[in-house]
């Protein structure tokens, strides 16, 4: 196979996922894969001083960032989904950890993935839902008492939807255990485990890390606001997306 590194969105876009079941993917190569895919944006600090101080990221903790990965271009082809579902297995398999009785996919972001990876793994896959109006996190499938459920997600900052998931899951079915562990493509937020009140720790663990740079949404504290660049919500809409992209042409 050539190298990940070398190859455009056509030959991404052509790769066998199962040429992955058994293959550590380094960070740069799925970095790359991103990049290439379009799906992840870096400021670019050489377009500022050029005088183009463009758009920057605002999170949805209302941090100010210089980096956004949206899952929904990334996991969009099904070679590539399918493809990063074979790496958490490998990654959740060297732990020696066995399978729980069900995966559960952060809405929207990991559904899909979620169910590639229960595919893969023979593992039923709890349905969560995420109500259009306010956002909530809402489990769908009724969890038999003493089952054990395992939760996925497409990127972790801060571990807010997490906690969310977690804590909606524990009030529906308290006698369900929900493995202390988060299987996620990118940490992008340097955080090792999360910490749900009144539950425990959950260790993360990712395909890879990855630190993007995150600041207060303040112009004294924010070196993005001080060039002149405008923060904008990335996943609003495509054309926030395109606008954030292309900011800095």
Not at 33 to 61: D, I
Not at 140 to 165: A, N
Request: net charge neutral; hydrophobic share 40%.
């Amino acid at each position: 196979m050539k190298d990940i590194l070398e190859m455009d969105k056509a030959e991404l876009l052509t790769l066998n996922p199962y040429d992955f079941a058994y293959r550590i993917l380094g960070a740069a190569e799925l970095i790359h894969m991103a990049e290439t895919l379009g799906a992840f944006w870096r400021y670019n600090y050489e377009a500022a001083k050029s005088g183009k101080p463009g758009k920057h990221a605002l999170l949805k903790s209302g941090l100010h960032s210089d980096g956004f990965l949206t899952s929904k271009i990334l996991l969009e082809p099904d070679n590539i989904r399918l493809g990063l579902a074979f790496q958490l297995r490998l990654r959740f398999a060297i732990r020696g950890i066995g399978w729980p009785d069900y995966l559960a996919g952060i809405p929207d972001g990991a559904t899909k993935l979620a169910q590639d990876l229960g595919g893969i793994a023979g593992v039923k896959v709890a349905e969560m839902k995420k109500d259009k109006s306010d956002g909530r996190i809402t489990v769908m499938t009724q969890l038999p008492i003493g089952s054990k459920l395992l939760i996925i997600e497409d990127f972790c900052t801060k571990g807010t939807g997490f906690k969310e998931t977690v804590l909606e899951i524990k009030s529906k079915y308290p006698e369900a255990e929900v493995l202390p562990y988060e299987l996620v493509i990118v940490n992008r937020g340097g955080l090792r485990k999360i910490m749900v009140d009144g539950i425990g720790n959950f260790t993360i663990i990712p395909i890879t890390n990855y630190r993007i740079n995150e600041w207060e949404p303040d112009p004294e504290k924010c070196p993005l606001c001080q060039l002149g660049s405008v923060a904008i919500k990335p996943k609003v809409s495509e054309e926030s997306w395109r606008e954030l992209t292309t900011s800095q042409l």
